[in-house]
């Protein structure tokens, strides 16, 4: 069995929240390499998104390893360094602990893994974003898995028309629970339609058994219980021979669906669909990008990804978030751009409330006291 996983974090800005400094790449380069040539990964790639810096590794140690966590928590360590060294953005912005004890769980870095059995030939697709969270990936793993005008495979394969099994977290109160689609792909969708709670976590062929589909999903809010910053989450997606095939996975984006995340986390904007090196979100530090490298797994070594998104075929779900950012720009403070008050990043409102408590009156021939 091999096991891919993909560890990212935000270990400073360059410049401000825009992208990975060319230095932390480069050190996390070298190390990468080292731990291959060590034995502890088959293979590495280093990539980014934004401000995010991913590891891309596979190795046979499966998920949730000690050895692997601590060396991408290394990493970060010394991209931070790097990041405090030139004056960076928030150095080390999503390390939120300095010792490193077993596993990333609750310490800030983001991680997809995926163990499998490698088949004969193994496309395996490695989404990054930026400037958005986790539950961005629940409207397009649902169009890739379960909608039929999506995926056509979903009709016309008998290997995917059996459907697939979704698996939900609930971030708010840390449990699990499966949906089997097709059947229950209204249940699924009454759930994963609120996406800043309930996450898609990994997503199985009900035919062949495999996983298909992994994703990260710490919350970084819920974790720090202060702002962090979104938590800029990251997918695995295998495809074709009775998974979706590389075209049906990579179709959803070209909605640009809206996400939350964008200015300060705190925004709601939509998901431009770019090739790495236009992921660096800019403008309104946005808008949100996502990133999608192909690797032809083989023998465990990822070998050289393919950038999937730097196609013309996307320019038409490029434009059309530019033009739904010019739109939901116009609306500056108000919602539903600015997100709704329980899902903002920042706010000034307890210390408004804490100033203006008094000022409140009573409206006249309300039951209700002012300030209560
Ligand atoms: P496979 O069943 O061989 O994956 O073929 C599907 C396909 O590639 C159609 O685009
Ligand atoms: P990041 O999570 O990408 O650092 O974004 C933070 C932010 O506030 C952008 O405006
Ligand atoms: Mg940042
Ligand atoms: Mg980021
Ligand atoms: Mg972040
Ligand atoms: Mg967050």
């Known amino acids: 069995m091999a096991t891919l996983s993909i560890i990212k ?51 046979r140690l499966g998920p949730d390893h000690p050895d692997v966590h601590g060396f991408a928590y290394r990493v970060f360590q010394e991209t931070t360094a790097v990041a405090q060294r030139l004056g960076l953005y928030g150095a080390g912005q999503d390390l939120l602990s300095d010792a490193f004890s077993g596993n990333l769980r609750g310490m800030g870095p983001g991680y997809a ?40 495979g979903l009709v016309i394969d008998s290997k995917m028309h059996a459907g697939f099994v979704f698996e939900v977290f ?4 840390e449990k699990r629970i499966e949906f089997r689609c097709s059947e229950e792909s209204y249940d699924l969708l009454m759930y994963i339609g609120a996406p800043a709670r309930y996450v898609i976590h990994s997503v199985t062929s009900r035919a ?49 669906h809206t996400v939350a995340g964008c200015m300060r986390g705190s925004h709601h904007a939509p998901l431009m669909p770019v090739a790495a090196d236009q992921a660096h ?5 946005g808008p949100p ?42 609306h500056g403070p108000f919602e539903p751009h600015r997100l709704p008050l329980e899902d903002l990043e920042y706010t000034t409102m307890h210390d408004l409330e804490a100033v203006l ?10 039951k209700k006291a002012a300030g209560v």
């Open 357 to 366: 408590a008094r000022r409140w009156q009573p409206i006249p021939g309300a």
């Open 113 to 152: 893994e995926l163990e499998l059995e490698e088949r004969p030939s193994e496309p395996v697709l490695c989404f990054l974003a930026d400037k958005t969270e986790p539950g961005a990936w629940n409207l397009p793993l649902y169009k890739m898995f379960a909608d039929p005008f999506n995926t056509a």
């Open 208 to 256: 062949l058994g495999i996983t298909a589909a992994a994703t990260s999903t710490q919350r970084l809010s819920l974790i720090a219980g202060k702002y962090v910053g979104k938590d800029d989450p990251v997918m695995i997606v295998r495809a074709q021979s009775g998974l979706p095939a590389v075209g049906e996975i990579l179709e959803p984006f070209t909605l640009a």
């Open 289 to 330: 990008r996502v990133v999608a490298l192909g690797f032809q797994l083989h023998e465990g070594m990822l070998g050289m990804p393919r950038d999937l998104f730097a196609d013309p075929s996307f320019d038409t779900a490029r434009s059309t978030a530019n033009t739904v950012m010019d739109y939901l720009r116009r």
């Open 9 to 59: 974090a935000d270990t400073g800005g360059w410049v401000g929240h825009s992208a990975v400094h060319p230095e932390q790449l480069a050190t996390a380069k070298v190390r990468a390499e080292e731990a291959v040539s060590e034995g502890l990964l088959m293979d590495a790639h280093v990539a980014s998104c934004g401000d995010d810096l991913a590891l891309v590794m596979s190795h």
């Open 170 to 173: 609930d971030l708010y109160e």
């Open 281 to 285: 979100p800019s403008r309104f530090d």
